[in-house]
């Protein structure tokens, strides 16, 4: 039927469903004859809080890394399921989901966990708060059959294999944009078929299609791109890159939408709180419930792909990122270098950078 086609499609509940953990609304996630509903941590109130309460004894799920650090047992491996004590308001869970205060505050446990039943659904809602860019932390309560409310409701299996699979991109629109670095730029806007955030390519000279291209894969930061920040080298490596395709005459700067890792701009001010409190950039990450690096980069090797570009010269410090390439049919044929910005402020950030994640420095 026709009108079936303003029915929302899987992806776009999920972006829904996204916005909704964001503004603190509780989704359903639904496996069969069973249904779980989810709220974000972050987004809690305690007039929310209440009314979860009401629908049953909430379970606090929160990542394995996370639970490192509050001594709590994962017994499912990558995330652990927290019961809520009966006396606990919705501070105690902020506190639980939020390191800022692990310091001050120590003594957050004896903490229970869930041991047995399967675990599915509570990964599944982990992976969705994820992707929403809020910190891995979700509340979730059992429904009983004669819940009816206007929730975003998505089916669990199908949810998992959209949150796993590569997201795919359609180019918006492009224009010319002249540059300092060459009066030929082009920019182009791809916008990610999850109702992400959309990601930019900026063409230097025209660059053919038929050779290895200069490429630069930039993730998004604000602070260093937009205001200099010197606790990392982001902004001095972007410029660095423009200048290099400047010169060449040709190159492309894909700019991706994946602030902070992949964790997003919040997390990512929230990750340098934790640094100045003593940790380095990869703890900061773990003891938010993090993993190292959060990025996804199947996005790069699509838009490249989508532009004409199979083989690259990758401007790089990072291995990690190149074998990642290649695994997704970009072919490198060389690693360029890109060693600048060291400053006094990032000298600790980038020595972890090297001792834990592999950049060659």
Do not use: F, I, M, N
């Given at each position: 039927m026709a009108g079936m086609t303003l029915v929302p499609t899987l992806n776009e509940r999920l972006a829904r469903a996204r916005t909704d953990l964001r503004l603190g609304l509780p989704v359903v996630l639904q496996q069969g004859e069973e249904a779980v509903l989810v709220l974000a941590a972050e987004g809690l109130t305690e007039a929310r809080f209440a009314s979860l309460r009401a629908h049953g004894g909430p379970v606090l799920v929160i990542?394995?890394?996370?639970?490192?650090?509050?001594?709590?047992r994962a017994y499912d491996g990558d995330l652990a399921r927290l019961e809520v004590p009966g006396d606990a308001d919705f501070s105690w869970v902020r506190s639980v989901a939020d390191p800022q205060d692990d310091l001050s505050s120590p003594m957050k446990g004896p903490f229970r966990s869930r041991r047995e039943g399967d675990a599915s659904l509570e990964r599944i809602a982990l992976q969705l708060v994820k992707s929403a860019r809020l910190l891995p932390a979700v509340l979730v309560v059992a429904l009983t059959a004669e819940a009816d409310a206007d929730w975003t409701r998505l089916?669990?299996?199908?949810?998992?294999?959209?949150l796993a699979s590569a997201v795919h991109h359609d180019r918006v629109v492009s224009g010319r944009v002249p540059v300092e670095v060459s009066s030929a730029g082009r920019v182009y806007v791809f916008r990610p078929n999850d109702g992400g955030e959309d990601h930019v390519v900026c063409e230097i000279g025209q660059p053919p299609r038929s050779e290895p291209a200069l490429v630069r894969l930039h993730s998004a930061c604000f602070t260093g791109d937009v205001l200099a920040s010197r606790k990392c080298d982001c902004g001095p490596q972007l410029h660095a890159a423009l200048r290099a395709m400047g010169e060449e005459g040709a190159g492309v700067l894909l700019y991706l939408s994946q602030e902070g890792r992949g964790i997003g701009l919040a997390n990512k001010l929230r990750?340098?709180?934790?640094?100045?409190?003593?940790f380095d950039t990869v703890e900061a990450n773990h003891r938010l419930g993090f993993e190292d690096d959060e990025r996804d980069f199947r996005t790069g090797a699509d838009l490249l792909k989508r532009l004409g570009f199979t083989r690259v010269r990758l401007m790089t410090n990072n291995p990690a990122k190149v074998a990642m390439m290649e695994a997704q049919g970009i072919e490198?044929?060389?690693?360029?270098?890109?060693r600048v910005g060291r400053r006094e402020e990032n000298t600790a950030y980038l020595d972890t950078k090297?001792?834990?994640s592999g950049h060659l420095l």
């Open positions: 990542s394995a890394r996370r639970a490192e650090t509050l001594k709590a089916p669990a299996a199908e949810t998992a294999r959209v990750a340098y709180a934790l640094q100045d409190q003593g490198v044929v060389e690693r360029v270098p890109l090297a001792r834990k």
